[in-house]
């Protein structure tokens, strides 16, 4: 079998942005893929902050993601059940510094065996445009 991932726009909306992640993987862990590319959106941001992250990883599964910049900077790494509310304090803002991209990178780690799953919802908000 093969690695089986997808990237579904739930809401794209003029502020607020949803995507939901999957991936079964059966055969290895996932490279550095973008996942959130803000040049594909409507209207078109240059920067967002991810709200809520709510996840379900399997087994021994970890999730990493990061902000797209010269130097890439890892704002989460989830495993198991659990959600990320960080709208109390105004969200995860993209911090990433020379080369920033806006975009969100998604990588694997710890793929052994068998099937591994994730899901996971990121709510975000568009704050920049150009």
Same mark, same amino acid.
């Given at each position: 079998m093969a690695n089986t991932v997808t990237t579904q726009t739930i809401l794209d909306g003029d502020r607020n942005l949803v995507l939901l992640l999957t991936g079964v993987l059966d055969t290895s862990d996932e490279?550095?893929?973008?996942?959130?590319?803000? !040049? !594909?959106?409507?209207?078109?941001p240059t920067r967002i902050r991810v709200d809520r992250i709510r996840h379900s990883i399997s087994g021994q599964l970890s999730v990493i993601l990061d902000w797209d910049a010269s130097t890439p900077v890892r704002f989460a790494a989830?495993?198991?059940q659990g959600e990320v509310d960080a709208r109390k304090?105004?969200?995860?803002?993209?911090?990433?510094?020379?080369?920033?991209?806006?975009d969100i990178y998604l990588t694997t780690v710890g793929w052994a065996s068998g099937s591994q799953t994730y899901t996971i919802v990121l709510e975000m908000t568009k704050t920049s445009f150009s």
């Amino acid at each position: 079998m093969a690695n089986t991932v997808t990237t579904q726009t739930i809401l794209d909306g003029d502020r607020n942005l949803v995507l939901l992640l999957t991936g079964v993987l059966d055969t290895s862990d996932e490279a550095r893929v973008i996942k959130v590319d803000v !040049s !594909s959106f409507v209207p078109a941001p240059t920067r967002i902050r991810v709200d809520r992250i709510r996840h379900s990883i399997s087994g021994q599964l970890s999730v990493i993601l990061d902000w797209d910049a010269s130097t890439p900077v890892r704002f989460a790494a989830l495993t198991g059940q659990g959600e990320v509310d960080a709208r109390k304090f105004g969200g995860l803002q993209d911090n990433g510094g020379a080369g920033r991209t806006g975009d969100i990178y998604l990588t694997t780690v710890g793929w052994a065996s068998g099937s591994q799953t994730y899901t996971i919802v990121l709510e975000m908000t568009k704050t920049s445009f150009s």
